[in-house]
């Protein structure tokens, strides 16, 4: 069975700083691609950002780029999302991806598995 959950949302002040966790594990998951996507109130679907499983290759939304950090330590399962100098156009529920295979991916419709979402709120 995989199960993917995120953690680590909260309200914060615009120009603060907030690390997501998403834990990811299960049969299929073996040295797959990750991704983080969210939904703004009002917004439609945006991605964030993504990794392969070695972290060679991270790809980056363009109204993150230079603000957010994704990461992963395999030994835990787990991946991060370091979000840096938060603005209030951050706010949004943020979830968690899991892919088969170890191609990353921007698309959303690529990835099978998804956590709940955590919701990040940016006050001006």
């Known amino acids: 069975q995989v199960y993917v959950a995120e953690t680590g949302g909260g309200l914060v002040q615009a120009g603060d700083s907030l690390r997501l966790s998403c834990v990811a594990s299960?049969?299929?998951?073996?040295?797959?691609?990750m991704g983080w996507f969210r939904q703004g109130p009002g917004k439609g679907f945006e991605f964030v950002a993504t990794t392969t499983y070695s972290g060679t290759t991270v790809i980056y939304g363009d109204s993150v780029k230079g603000r957010f950090t994704i990461s992963r330590d395999n030994t835990k399962n787990t991946m991060y999302l370091q979000m840096t100098n938060l603005k209030p156009e951050d706010t949004a529920v943020y979830f968690c991806?899991?892919?088969?295979?170890?191609?990353?991916?921007?698309?959303?419709?690529?990835?099978?598995?998804w956590g709940q979402g955590t919701q990040v709120n940016v006050s001006s």
């Open positions: 991806a899991a892919k088969i295979g170890m191609v990353a991916s921007v698309e959303e419709s690529e990835y099978e598995y």
């Open positions: 299960g049969p299929t998951l073996a040295r797959n691609a």
